[in-house]
């Protein structure tokens, strides 16, 4: 049985779902089963597909977002890639069935994967016309004449003019589509994997237009309707995939995560420095990337690097190289920071209600350099902000351009197939059970590697369809 996934990135479960306009994805549902997807941690971009085509957590892949530490050293950042990530993928296994895949856009994806079939660059790509893009090469020409030069991203999306982001998402969708509808109709498959970029950034670009509880909500804005737009668009794409693909096929409608309003941001690292837990030795006259920062490292004992969730790091001795705190003070300096973060107030006094995590005990095996917390400030709605000489600790706007929106916890997905055993809402679905399901869906062996579950399993001993995280990992 073929197997056609289609991303959504940062698709919005409340929007999938709540939004009767969505006619083909209604159509989908009624015909499947359908519900929330709790995303890995961090849930972001890169990792979280991985983890979706791997069954892998993010600690198991040693990808802890777009940069990771190199090395124990303060200053070596590495931008992950598709050479990153080590795990077998599901179109790995079906290669080993003689199945043919089309990858298209599924990050990280540049340098485009070898595989057995078709593989096309995401938006880490830097240039369609001048990098190698696409495997094998020769599709490359056929790719940019077909849409006159394939896009992988909207460059510069955080932007205030909104006119203009709204015209490149629209124009770089409608290109990536039709290369989609290609793809399906000329080439062999077995299995196909599109994933579309644009979703998310319509969400950053444009959520504080649609959501009335974001505080920049102003009712009758002009772009207040942008948002539905671009899902409509994306329904009536995949109507025509749907078709395309043949009533054999399974298809999976899904997204990596999810999306929520931006309250603001906090200053982690300007916070450590008013603590005295990093050290400057001088403080900036003004707003400075963490990078440009002179950190007397022989006095700090935490820093912080921004994004959408904070990646907190201590400075230990033996460990970094003018590391301060004993090896032997290590748990219970990493638990007092643990509460201390999580005692963080907003802008208005209240609780912030933060999540801190500790990589070892949300991931099955920590690889690559994992930072010492995960700081989830407000449950995302918060954003980290890594600069300093902001000379308070929230922030109204990003550091790095206009953002209106952050992650959620939960995406969503809809799964119909012939003779699908499975109807209606479906709870407890977690983004690491999506491969195992698809292979037993379509009559493959599950790995054993896998750390998922299928959905139609029946193993003895298994949590039951439809259980939740915390049993799955009671389980494990």
């Not at 056929?142 to 709204?166: C, E, M, Q, S």
């Not at 999506?434 to 998922?452: C, D, E, R, T």
Request: charged share 25%.
């Amino acid at each position: 049985m073929k197997i056609c996934v289609l991303g959504l990135d940062c698709a919005a479960p409340e929007i999938i779902f709540g939004d009767e306009g969505l006619v083909n994805i209604r159509r989908l549902m009624a015909t499947g089963f359908w519900g929330r997807l709790e995303s890995v941690i961090p849930p972001i971009t890169v990792p979280a597909w991985m983890c979706i085509c791997t069954s892998q957590d993010p600690g198991s892949l040693g990808i802890y977002g777009f940069r990771n530490r190199a090395d124990y050293s303060y200053d070596r950042l590495r931008f992950v890639d598709s050479r990153s990530i080590q795990a077998p993928a599901i179109w790995d296994y079906l290669a080993l069935e003689g199945k043919k895949s089309i990858i298209v856009g599924v990050p990280p994806a540049y340098p485009p994967r070898r595989l057995n079939g078709i593989s096309i660059g995401c938006f880490l790509t830097p240039n369609t016309q001048q990098f190698e893009f696409t495997y094998p090469a020769g599709i490359q020409k056929k790719i940019n004449d077909l849409v006159d030069g394939y896009p992988v991203d909207v460059h510069g999306f955080r932007t205030d003019d909104k006119a203009w982001l709204k015209n490149q998402i629209f124009e770089m969708s409608r290109k990536q589509w039709k290369v989609v509808h290609w793809l399906l109709a000329e080439e062999d498959w077995d299995y196909f994997h599109f994933v579309d970029i644009g979703l998310d950034r319509m969400h950053h670009g444009f959520w504080s237009c649609f959501d009335k509880k974001h505080r920049e909500y102003q009712p009758g804005n002009p772009y207040e309707d942008t948002i539905p737009e671009y899902y409509r668009w994306l329904d009536e794409q995949i109507g025509k995939v749907s078709e395309e693909a043949g009533s054999d096929t399974i298809v999976l409608v899904v997204s990596d995560h999810g999306a929520q309003r931006l309250d603001g941001g906090f200053a982690v690292n300007e916070w450590l420095v008013k603590e005295g837990l990093l050290v400057l030795d001088e403080y900036p006259a003004r707003i400075t990337r963490f990078e440009k920062l002179r950190v007397n490292w022989a006095k700090t004992r935490v820093w912080s690097e921004g994004g959408y969730y904070a990646r907190v790091f201590l400075n230990v001795e033996g460990r970094e190289p003018q590391g301060v705190i004993p090896s032997g003070d290590y748990d219970a300096f990493l638990a007092e920071m643990k509460s201390r973060f999580e005692a963080l107030t907003d802008d208005r006094g209240c609780p912030l209600h933060s999540l801190v995590f500790r990589p070892r005990d949300i991931y099955r095996r920590v690889g690559g350099i994992p930072p010492d917390l995960i700081v989830h400030f407000g449950g995302l709605l918060w954003r980290s902000i890594g600069s300093v000489g902001h000379g308070k600790l929230h922030i109204e706007k990003n550091d790095t351009g206009p953002d209106a929106c952050n992650h959620a916890q939960f995406g969503a997905f809809v799964l119909t197939a012939p003779d699908c055993p499975l109807r209606g809402e479906y709870h407890g679905a977690h983004l690491l059970d999506v491969a195992p399901s698809l292979l037993q869906l379509a009559g493959y062996k599950v790995p054993a590697s896998f750390q998922g579950r299928s959905w139609f399993s029946d193993e003895p001993g298994a949590p039951a369809i439809g259980a939740s995280s915390a049993a799955r990992e009671r389980k494990a």
